[in-house]
């Protein structure tokens, strides 16, 4: 039994008009012979809708009354979805999480999958051409619904593809594929035939949009080949694929960014051990992500230490440095939100010299002003200021010649 798993994203099930172009991406693969497991999110728009009807509803909303509600969102996209297979003589059925099962932990609105009933709908799958399953949804071992979140449509998608060891994934969207950066911001930005999971994982990490990192991460930890194209063309897509030597003859793949980022300065914080430890500890404790951190040389038994979060978790954060700064005396709390993280990212980085040397010296020709850097094996990130986000991604893109084929490069 061939299997091909598709997912569509909520920009390719907002109205019938849309629907009608899914329809045909599943009808051509059935008559290719391929068993179909298709995935839906929620029409576009709806899983907000519901979201402020809880606001409205309730102040503090129950964050498992929450997930039951936004659910409904998928729940209304493949039951109509199903309907316009029926109508076209397909053998299809609808399906919930709870019914195939998808069993996650309890964490409401942030779920991770725990275990997967592949057999149950491997059995399915002998009865029927076409499963159309919902995606974003869980439940729990005591049969609680929960959601995995916003993007979690794609981690439902891959997390099937692996269960059920599908040819291939093809996660639909309306964007074509990855590009080496933002086509909004670059408009010689290139479409990648394939990218290796680590870079799309920094990718999506860094703030590309096009695919959910919990999905990236399934895929590589099963070896699912993923397939990004677009709803509305027939045009390839880009493959996410195992690295080769090939990709390592690629500087760097591609230029992301991140606008969801401030900045927090400590400044006269004692220099002795345990103090970071007093810091980061209860950051943790409050569920607040920490991501680049640097600390200054200490001066008379004093230092400063920067770090960054999400601006969603910034008030959080400096609640909880408050009540750390009234421990320790004379420290001084800075912050600032204008900020932005820009990053190259590429396999061939870790056999390469001189990327970052090339990436400051581009920056420094505009004078755009690096306030913290962070590196991996394949990505370096900077923090700038905001205003310079837009110049800081064109002129990084164009330094390393990303709108030129590698072949022609």
């Known amino acids: ?44 728009g709806e899983t907000n809708r519901l979201l ?121 969207t309306d964007v074509d594929g990855v590009y080496t950066t933002d086509p909004n911001l670059c408009s010689d930005a290139r479409k990648l035939e394939r990218i290796s999971y680590d870079e799309m994982l920094e990718m999506a990490s860094m703030g590309a949009k096009v695919l959910e990192i919990r999905s990236v991460e399934f895929a590589k930890k099963y070896s699912v080949p993923v397939q990004v194209r677009s709803t509305f063309t027939d045009a390839a897509g880009t493959m996410l694929t195992k690295e080769d030597k090939t990709m390592e003859h690629v500087l760097v793949s591609g230029i992301a960014y991140d606008k969801d980022q401030a900045r927090i300065t400590l400044r006269s914080v004692p220099d002795k051990p345990g103090v970071a430890a007093g810091i980061f ?11 680049m951190i640097i600390q200054n040389s200490s001066q008379e038994g004093l230092t400063d230490i920067t770090f960054t979060v999400s601006r969603k978790e910034l008030g959080k954060a400096l609640a909880v440095v408050e009540k750390v700064r009234l421990e320790l005396h004379g420290m001084e709390v800075l912050h600032d939100a204008a900020v932005c993280k820009v990053s190259i990212i590429g396999v061939g980085m870790r056999n390469h010299s001189g990327v970052a040397a090339q990436a400051f010296e581009a920056l420094c020709k505009e004078n755009i002003n690096i306030m913290l850097i962070s590196t991996s094996e394949i990505k370096i990130s900077c923090l700038i200021e905001e205003k310079y986000a837009e110049l800081a991604v064109r002129v990084l893109h164009e ?11």
Do not use: N
Not at 95 to 111: C, H, N, R, S
């Open 399 to 409: 330094a390393f010649g990303l709108s030129k084929s590698p072949l022609s490069a």
């Open 52 to 172: 402020a009807l809880a606001q409205e509803w309730s102040a503090t909303p129950d964050p498992a009354e929450c997930d039951s509600l936004v659910s409904t969102g998928e729940q209304v996209s493949t039951a109509l979805f199903t309907m316009l297979l029926k109508d076209c003589g397909v053998r299809a059925r609808s399906l919930l999480a709870f019914q195939a099962p998808i069993i996650t932990d309890e964490v409401y609105g942030k779920a991770r999958i725990s275990t997967f009933d592949q057999k149950r709908l491997l059995d399915m799958l002998q009865e029927y051409d076409v499963l159309v399953m919902a995606g974003f949804q869980g439940i729990t071992r005591d049969e609680r619904i929960t959601t995995l979140g916003r993007g979690g449509s794609d981690t439902s998608a891959v997390a099937v593809a692996a269960a059920l060891s599908a040819e291939r994934c093809d996660i639909y």
């Open 1 to 44: 039994m061939r299997i091909l798993v598709q997912k569509f994203g909520g920009t390719s099930v907002k109205d019938l008009a849309c629907m009608r172009e899914v329809l045909k991406k599943v009808l051509r693969e059935c008559e290719r012979g391929y068993k179909l497991v298709v995935v839906l999110s929620a029409r576009a």
């Open 281 to 291: 500890g209860p950051l943790s404790a409050a569920g607040v992500t920490v991501d």
